[in-house]
C-alpha cells in the first residue's frame, strides 16, 4: 500500500473526530517564506520526501505559480500529526501573499480556525502582514506567529544574542499591537489573543534550512539560541534540522493553541451568520452536528480538466456524501453531489463521507461561486466574505479568431467564478470583454491562464484605471421631470460619512440585515438615528434615505425608483463612472392618477435626471485610486527611490532607517504606478525591493479634473462637452 494511500485512509478515520481536527491557514507578506514552510509541514507529515523540502514549493501546484516565484491561488492540503500521543488531523491551506491576490486570503480564513501568520525576521511586520491579521481577526480566527529566516540574522547581519533578541522581541511587540488594536471591538473574543514566547504561540525558525524552535521545543530537547547560533554559524544546518525539526515545533504549536471546530463553531458561527439564533439547523452547527442538517460553505472554486468543476469549503454541519441533492444559496432547484473528496496539495482523493468540522472538496456543484451556502434544508445564507478592496484596475480582452469568441465569454465567466475579486463585463454591442482586478498582476496572470489553459490566443488591451465620483458638497433640492411632465421627483444629496462607507464596504451594513440590525450598526457608524430609520437602498457604497410623508401610488412605484437611481449611480454624470460615498434623500414626488402614465419608460428617466443634477449640484468630482508605497533600499539610493514616489504625483510620507536599509513609505496614484517595477528598477540599479497596497480613492487635483474627464469619454464614445451645469473646473 503506498505512504500516500496510508495518509489518505488515517485522515478518514480522524475526520470523525473533531477534538482532534485543526483547521488553518498559513498567511503573510509576499516572501515571507510561506510555502517553504508549507513545504515543511508535509515532509514533516511523510508527503514529500525532506531531502526536497523548501525547494520543491509542493503548495505551488500551478505552472505560473512556480515561474513566478510567488503563490497566486490557496491551496489545500489534509495530513496527520501526533501530539500528546494522539493523532491529529490537519487541514491546511496556503494562501498568497502578494496583495493582488487577497482575496484568496479572505476566502481561505472563511474556512479554518486558526492563521499561522509568518514573519520575516530580517524585515519585520510589513503592510500584507497587517492586512491577513485584519483579515483573520474579522472572521474570528485565531492567530499564532512564525517567525522566519532567523538564520538570516546569524549569517547575514552577524548579530549577536543581545541583538537578536531585541530584533526578535520588537517584531513581537508589533505584530500584538496590531491584533490589540484590530480586537478591541470583538466582544465573542474570551481570551487575550496576543502571542507570547512564554505560552508557546511563538515559534522561531529557518524554512529553508527547515529548523524551527519554540519555548516548549527548547524545554523539550534542551537546545537554546546559543547551540543555534553556534550551529548556524559553524554550518551544521543538517545537525540543527535534526535535533530540532520545523515541522514538529509548529505542528505541535498548532496542535495545542488553534481551537478545534468544537471549540470554534459555537464563537464563530453568530459572526457569520445572521440566522435564528435559536433554530436546530444553528445547534447543529454550533455542536458540529455530523448527524444534522448539511451546511458547507463554499470559500474557492478551481477548475480540473477531468472531472470539472470543485468547489473546496468548510462543513460546518451534517455529512457530505455522494450522491446528496443539495440547494444552493441563491439559485433555483438542487444540485447532486457527483463526489466528495479530501486535497492533497495538487491531488483531490475521493473519500466515502466528509463529516461536520471538516474542509472538503465537492463536484456537482454546478451553481455554486465562491461564498455560497450549500445545505440540504432551505436556509438563510452565510455573510458574503467581503474582501476588503475593490478592483482599480481594468484591461479589455478579445479573441484574436472570431471562432473563439464563444468560449472566451464561457472561459471570462468561469473566470469570475473562481475569483469574485475578479469584475468581469461584457459589452454585448462591441464584442469587447473588461476585465477588472486587483493589480496589474492579477490581470496579467488571469489573461496568462485564458491564453495557457485554454489555447485562447487574446489580444489584451493597454491597463486601464478606475476611477469613482463623488460629490463634495450638500445640494439643493432638485427636481427630476419625466419625459411626459406628469411626474416629478425632488432629491438632495451629500457627501456621506467615511465610517458609515467602511461599514458598508465591510459588510457591516447591507441591506439583506434585518432592519433593526441594520439600524443599530448605522447609528453605530455615526448616522443620527432618524436617518437610520428610513433607509430604503444600499447601493455600492451609496445610500437612498425616503423622506417623503403618504405619497399616493409611492409604494407600488419604489421599485421603479430604485431602479433609476441604481442605473444612474453606476454611470456618473461626469464620465459614467461609478458613484461612492453618497447619501440621497427622496424628499418629495408628484405621481400621476394612472399607471400607465408611470411607468419604466417615465419614472426611470426622471430619478436618473434628479440623481445627475444633484449630483452636479453637490460639485461632484472624479475620485482617482490611490496605492500605500513602501520602498527598502541602501542609503545612497533612497533620493532616487523618493524621486520615484514624487515624480508620480505621489507624496513621501516618512523615511527611516532599519538595520542596514533606508525605508521609504508614501502614497501615489494607480494610474501612474503602472510600469513602476521597471523603473525603480533602474533608478535604483535593481537593490530596491518594494511592495504597494490599495489604499482606497483621493480627490483627483481639480486642474487635472476636465482632462481626465475628457479622456475617459473620448474612450468611452461619449460626448465631449459637458452638461452646461458643471462650471466649477
Not at 524551527?212 to 523539550?220: A, F, K, L
Request: one cysteine or more; aromatic letters at 4%; a negative charge.
Amino acid at each position: 500500500m503506498g505512504r500516500r494511500k496510508k495518509i489518505v485512509q488515517e485522515c478518514e478515520r480522524l475526520m470523525d473526530n473533531p477534538e482532534h481536527i485543526r483547521n488553518i491557514a498559513i498567511a503573510a507578506h509576499v516572501d515571507h517564506g510561506k510555502t517553504t514552510l508549507s513545504d515543511n509541514l508535509l515532509a514533516g507529515a511523510g508527503m514529500i520526501s525532506q531531502d526536497t523540502a523548501g525547494e520543491q514549493l509542493a503548495m505551488d501546484t500551478k505552472e505560473d505559480e512556480q515561474e513566478r516565484g510567488i503563490t497566486i491561488d490557496a491551496a489545500n492540503v489534509s495530513m496527520t500529526h501526533e501530539y500528546d500521543d494522539t493523532n491529529h488531523l490537519i487541514n491546511l491551506i496556503d494562501t498568497p501573499g502578494h496583495v493582488d491576490f487577497g482575496g484568496d486570503v479572505t476566502r481561505a480564513m472563511r474556512a479554518v480556525d486558526g492563521a499561522l501568520v509568518v514573519v520575516d525576521a530580517v524585515e519585520g511586520a510589513m503592510p500584507q502582514t497587517e492586512t491577513v491579521l485584519r483579515q483573520a481577526l474579522r472572521e474570528g480566527v485565531k492567530p499564532a506567529l512564525f517567525i522566519n529566516k532567523v538564520d538570516r540574522l546569524i549569517s547575514e547581519l552577524q548579530e549577536g544574542p543581545q541583538e537578536m533578541q531585541e530584533r526578535l522581541m520588537s517584531v513581537i511587540a508589533d505584530v500584538n499591537e496590531l491584533i490589540r488594536g484590530m480586537a478591541e471591538n470583538m466582544d465573542d473574543i474570551p481570551e487575550d489573543w496576543t502571542v507570547s514566547v512564554e505560552d508557546g504561540t511563538v515559534g522561531f525558525g529557518s524554512a529553508l534550512y527547515k529548523w524551527g524552535v519554540s519555548m516548549p521545543s527548547m524545554q523539550r530537547t534542551g537546545m537554546d539560541f546559543g547551540d543555534i547560533m553556534e550551529l548556524e554559524q559553524n554550518d551544521k544546518r543538517d545537525e540543527l534540522h535534526e535535533r530540532t525539526p520545523l515541522s514538529d515545533v509548529v505542528l505541535d504549536m498548532v496542535c495545542e493553541h488553534f481551537p478545534n471546530p468544537v471549540d470554534a463553531q459555537p464563537r464563530r458561527v453568530p459572526r457569520i451568520w445572521r440566522g435564528d439564533p435559536d433554530s436546530t439547523l444553528a445547534e447543529g452547527m454550533q455542536l458540529v452536528d455530523e448527524d444534522g442538517e448539511v451546511v458547507f460553505m463554499v470559500t474557492d472554486i478551481s477548475m480540473d480538466p477531468h472531472a470539472g468543476e470543485i468547489a473546496t469549503g468548510r462543513v460546518f454541519s451534517g455529512t457530505l456524501e455522494k450522491g446528496q441533492e443539495l440547494y444552493v444559496s441563491g439559485t433555483a432547484g438542487k444540485n447532486r453531489i457527483q463526489s466528495v473528496g479530501l486535497f492533497m496539495g495538487s491531488e483531490r482523493e475521493e473519500v466515502e463521507h466528509v463529516p461536520a468540522g471538516n474542509i472538503a472538496s465537492v463536484t456537482g456543484l454546478r451553481d455554486a461561486i465562491a461564498g455560497s451556502t450549500v445545505s440540504s434544508v432551505e436556509m438563510t445564507p452565510f455573510e458574503s466574505i467581503e474582501h476588503i478592496s475593490e478592483p482599480v484596475i481594468t484591461k479589455s480582452v478579445e479573441a484574436q479568431n472570431m471562432d473563439d469568441l464563444p468560449k472566451l465569454i464561457e472561459t471570462l465567466q468561469q473566470v469570475a467564478k473562481e475569483d469574485p475579486t475578479i469584475q468581469i463585463e461584457i459589452n454585448e454591442d462591441t464584442g469587447e470583454h473588461l476585465i477588472s482586478g486587483q493589480g496589474e498582476l492579477h490581470l496579467e496572470v488571469i489573461t496568462q491562464r485564458i491564453r495557457d489553459n485554454q489555447g485562447i490566443p487574446v489580444i489584451t488591451g493597454e491597463p486601464i484605471v478606475v476611477f469613482r465620483e463623488q460629490p463634495q458638497e450638500a445640494s439643493r433640492e432638485v427636481e427630476g421631470q419625466s419625459p411626459n411632465r406628469h411626474n416629478k421627483f425632488y432629491i438632495t444629496v451629500e457627501p456621506m460619512a467615511q465610517e458609515i462607507v467602511d461599514a458598508i464596504q465591510l459588510g457591516e451594513v447591507s441591506m439583506d440585515m434585518p432592519e433593526l440590525e441594520r439600524r443599530e450598526a448605522l447609528q453605530e457608524a455615526g448616522m443620527d438615528k432618524d436617518t437610520s430609520q428610513n433607509v430604503e437602498d444600499i447601493h455600492r457604497t451609496n445610500i437612498l434615505i425616503d423622506d417623503t410623508k403618504g405619497i399616493q401610488h409611492l409604494n407600488e412605484t419604489m421599485e421603479l425608483v430604485l431602479e433609476g437611481l441604481q442605473e444612474a449611480l453606476d454611470d456618473g454624470p461626469l464620465a459614467a463612472e461609478p458613484v461612492q460615498g453618497s447619501l440621497f434623500r427622496l424628499h418629495d414626488a408628484k405621481l400621476h392618477e394612472d399607471t400607465i402614465h408611470r411607468g419604466p419608460a417615465q419614472v426611470i428617466p426622471a430619478v436618473r435626471d434628479a440623481v445627475h443634477r444633484a449630483l452636479i449640484d453637490g460639485e461632484v468630482r472624479l475620485l482617482e485610486p490611490i496605492q500605500d508605497v513602501r520602498i527598502d533600499v541602501p542609503s545612497e539610493h533612497m533620493g532616487a527611490a523618493s524621486g520615484e514616489i514624487q515624480g508620480r504625483r505621489g507624496r513621501v510620507d516618512d523615511m527611516y532607517q532599519e538595520g542596514d536599509l533606508m525605508v521609504v513609505e508614501g502614497i501615489a496614484p494607480v494610474e501612474e504606478m503602472i510600469g513602476f517595477s521597471s523603473d525603480i528598477r533602474s533608478a535604483t540599479e535593481g537593490r530596491a525591493s518594494w511592495n504597494t497596497e490599495n489604499a482606497g480613492f483621493r480627490v483627483l487635483v481639480d486642474n487635472l479634473q476636465r482632462e481626465k474627464i475628457m479622456e475617459i469619454r473620448e474612450r468611452k464614445g461619449m460626448k465631449l462637452e459637458l452638461p452646461s451645469s458643471i462650471d466649477y473646473f
